[in-house]
Structures are given as C-alpha cells and as structure tokens.
C-alpha cells in the first residue's frame, strides 16, 4: 500500500469510528427512552422506512399494542407517546444500515482501484464481520423482551454492547495503524505498556458493568452517593439468604442482584480512579528522564486522560444521585459516552505505546 492509499483507508475507518461512537449514543438513547421493543418485527429492507400514514401507523401501534410491553408496562399508550419510542428504535436501526453502506460503497472501492494490501483487506473484513455479528445480538437483545417479561435481558444488551465497542476500538487500532507515522517506543515503556494494557482491559469491564446495572435499572434502587442508601456494603449483600443464581434471573425483582451489579460498578470506578492517577503520575515521571519524549499527540492524550477521569467521575455521580425514578436520558446518555472517550483515549496511548 501507497501512504496516500494508506491515508485514505486510515480516513475511511476513522469515519466509521465516529459513527460506531455515535451509534452507541443512540443505543443509550433507545435504552433509556424504553424505546428497544416498540418495533415487534425485523424486517431489514422494508423497516428501512417509517409508517408514510395515519394507516401505516395505526397498524405498527396495532403490533405494539400485542406486545408483553404495552399489555405490562404502556397499557393505555396514546399514539403520540408510541410515536416517540418508534422513532428512536426505528432510527437506530436506520442509522445501522447507513453505516452498512459507508462501509461497503468504499470498501469495493478500495478493492477495485488496488488500495489495499492483503493484510488489510483481512483486517477490513472483521470490521465488517464484527458489525455484522453487532447486528445479530441486537436482534436476540430485543427478542429477549417480546415474553412474558417485557424487559430485554440485561445480559444480552451487556454482549450486545460489547460487541458495538470491541468493533470501535479493532476498528480505531487499524486506522491508527494506517495513520501513524511515528515509530514505536515499545522496548522503553515496557512496564508502562503493560501498565496500560491491564487499565484498558478494567475500563472495558466497567463499561459492560454499567450495562448491566441500566439492563437492570440498577440504579433506582440505591439513588445515593457516597453510601448505597447510606451504607458502603449494602444489607442486601449481607445475609446469606439473598445469595443465589437464581436471583440474576430474576434481576427485575432481586434487590441482591440489582446491589451486586452496583456495587461492583462502584467499586471498580474507585480503582480505575486510583490506577488512572497512577499511571499518570509514573508516565510523566518516565518522561522526565526521557531526552526525546512522546509525539505532541501521546502528550496531548496523556493531559487529557485525568480531565476525561475526573468528568465521567463525576457524571457518574450524578446519574446515581438523580436515578429517582428512573435514570436521566441526558445525564445516563453523556455517561456512556464520555466512558467511550475515556476507553479510545487509554487505548491510543496503548497503541504508541505498542509495536
């Protein structure tokens, strides 16, 4: 590959980053809203377009009317509040094939005009692989709730999740690998690479924590801070009798399961916390000793890892305190993606700092 051809697949991934990243907003938007299962049916080329009528909408909110949600949860919805939810889920959903086709038009591009090298015509595949397996698990994730609990599993919107931001950061590692023109500093920063390697892996497990406390609504149950209502160990947590499996399949009714999840949520924020200033601190001393420091864009990553720290810190924080009675769309929504800020900052320093 020619660096101009390297440079244009670099800028091609890059985009689908960006749009990976605004997908998950929307995602949370969806979650937060209740809006996962006001469409009952997945139908990839004709649920491209919306209801066009007054017929066409009486009959979606006909389908929805049938569904476990309405009949447990909305009975009596008006069609304007049905509207709404229909929106976000049909969005996200729309929004999921528009990136289907920014990847695909410009892959075959890439292709016939010769601008990719083997390696990465494999690389760009399991981007489209993992999207497409992205897909498949947000089907299952909405299967989950049309039963007799209208409540998509919270396991399944964790891997659902998780799989959205596995593709993210494969796909930002291979654009920065296009991208990058500076040399590896591996050799030197060992013990910082792998420093950094064990705080990416932690973060990427608090995200899908935080999704399991939102699966969950995890939140309203214990809406305080710096206590969960007032206690750092939860009495839920504390008598032998709420200890079971079975309480995380029944994680709409178990005050155990919904403390589980939370409390470990918490907790491995104080140690992401701890580790982050940590690895600052350390780095900063290693480049004191450093003749020939990091590019300006490690440094500039580095400053503002503690900033990325403290805000989502904070909005943690707040979302908790505000969860009554259900976590805020805004704050929940700014939450989620400031974690993702916070995860692609930690991982491009992982990359200057790799091979």
């Given at each position: 590959?020619?660096?101009?051809s ?10 689908g ?5 605004v997908q ?7 979650r ?5 299962l006001s469409i ?12 066009m009528?007054?017929q ?7 389908k ?5 949600q309405y009949?447990?949860?909305n ?6 509040s ?8 049909w969005?996200?959903r729309?929004y999921?094939r528009?990136?289907?086709?920014v990847?695909?038009i410009p ?6 005009s ?7 015509l494999?690389k760009?595949?399991?981007v489209?692989l993992?999207?497409?397996i992205v897909g498949?698990f947000?089907w ?5 709730g049309?039963?007799?609990r ?17 593709t993210?950061c494969y796909?930002?590692?291979v654009?920065?690998?296009?991208l990058s ?5 591996r050799?030197?920063?060992?013990g910082?690479r ?5 705080l990416?892996?932690l973060?990427?497990?608090?995200i899908v ?9 995890a939140?309203k149950?214990?809406p305080s801070?710096p206590?969960?209502n007032?206690?750092y ?5 504390r008598k032998?009798?709420y ?5 995380f399949?029944?994680?709409d009714?178990?005050?155990?399961a919904n ?7 918490r ?8 580790l982050t ?12 000793l450093?003749l ?8 500039t990553?580095?400053?503002?890892l503690?900033?990325?720290l403290?805000?989502?810190?904070l ?5 908790i305190?505000n969860?009554?009675p259900?976590?805020?769309v ?7 993606g400031v974690?993702?800020?916070?995860l692609?900052n930690l991982?491009?320093i992982n990359f200057k700092l790799?091979?």
């Amino acid at each position: 590959m020619t660096e101009k051809s390297k440079r244009q697949v670099g800028i091609w991934l890059m985009v689908g980053v960006v749009m990976i990243f605004v997908q998950v907003i929307i995602g949370g938007i969806t979650r937060l809203t209740e809006s996962g299962l006001s469409i009952t049916e997945w139908n990839v080329v004709m649920g491209t377009l919306p209801p066009m009528n007054a017929q066409d909408w009486l009959e979606e909110f006909a389908k929805y009317q049938e569904s476990p949600q309405y009949q447990k949860v909305n009975k009596g919805m008006s069609l304007e509040s049905f509207k709404f939810i229909y929106f976000w889920e049909w969005f996200h959903r729309l929004y999921a094939r528009t990136m289907g086709l920014v990847f695909i038009i410009p892959f075959f591009y890439f292709i016939f005009s010769k601008k990719l090298s083997r390696e990465y015509l494999r690389k760009t595949l399991m981007v489209f692989l993992f999207g497409g397996i992205v897909g498949v698990f947000g089907w299952l994730m909405v299967a989950s709730g049309l039963n007799d609990r209208p409540m998509v599993s919270p396991y399944r919107l964790a891997l659902h999740l998780s799989m959205a931001i596995f593709t993210m950061c494969y796909t930002l590692w291979v654009a920065m690998e296009l991208l990058s023109t500076k040399a590896s500093q591996r050799t030197k920063y060992k013990g910082l690479r792998k420093f950094s390697y064990a705080l990416t892996a932690l973060v990427s497990v608090q995200i899908v924590l935080g999704a399991l406390v939102s699966g969950m609504r995890a939140a309203k149950f214990y809406p305080s801070w710096p206590g969960m209502n007032g206690q750092y160990f939860p009495e839920a947590l504390r008598k032998a009798e709420y200890w079971s499996w079975q309480a995380f399949m029944e994680f709409d009714t178990s005050i155990f399961a919904n403390a589980f999840v939370q409390f470990f949520h918490r907790n491995t924020a104080y140690l992401i916390t701890v580790l982050t200033l940590v690895f600052i601190i350390k780095f900063w001393k290693k480049l004191k000793l450093e003749l020939k420091p990091f590019d300006k864009g490690t440094l500039t990553a580095l400053k503002l890892l503690p900033m990325v720290l403290c805000t989502q810190v904070l909005l943690g924080i707040f979302t908790i305190m505000n969860a009554i009675p259900t976590t805020p769309v805004a704050l929940g929504v700014v939450h989620q993606g400031v974690a993702l800020l916070l995860l692609s900052n930690l991982l491009y320093i992982n990359f200057k700092l790799s091979k």
